[in-house]
């Protein structure tokens, strides 16, 4: 069973940035791929971005578009998210998890979708 462990987390002021790593462990070639959620409290868990191992191909949410970047290695042990020019909203916690299939369009933000998760990691944006 895939296994995954989300560190990065700290707490960082308005604009600034912040590099999230997720390691893999287990069958990771079970999954095609892998996903960032965050939740802050309150809300309802959100999809923040996916990237598909194969192609390295990201989907991300339209809220981090031009400000987050997705990364993947090729082998499948580690996913990364930068996290640049952060506003508060972006306040949560932060988890990562994979699925048996590459990021759909219509169900990459699904939480359904994904069968393995971290504990995540709690990233706080604040003055």
């Known amino acids: 069973q895939v296994q995954l462990v989300e560190s990065g987390g700290d707490l960082v002021q308005p604009g600034g940035s912040l590099g999230l790593s997720c390691v893999v462990s287990g069958s990771t070639v079970d999954y095609f791929g892998i996903a960032w959620f965050r939740q802050a409290p309150g809300k309802e868990r959100e999809g923040v971005a996916c990237i598909a191992t194969i192609t390295g191909t990201p989907t991300y949410a339209d809220s981090v578009k031009g400000r987050f970047i997705i990364s993947r290695n090729r082998n499948k042990t580690v996913a990364s998210l930068q996290m640049n020019n952060l506003r508060s909203e972006d306040t949560g916690t932060y988890y990562c998890?994979?699925?048996?299939?590459?990021?759909?369009?219509?169900?990459?933000?699904?939480?359904?979708?994904?069968?393995?998760w971290g504990r995540g990691t709690q990233v706080t944006v604040s003055s």
């Open positions: 998890a994979t699925r048996p299939i590459s990021c759909g369009a219509e169900t990459w933000n699904i939480q359904g979708r994904y069968v393995s």
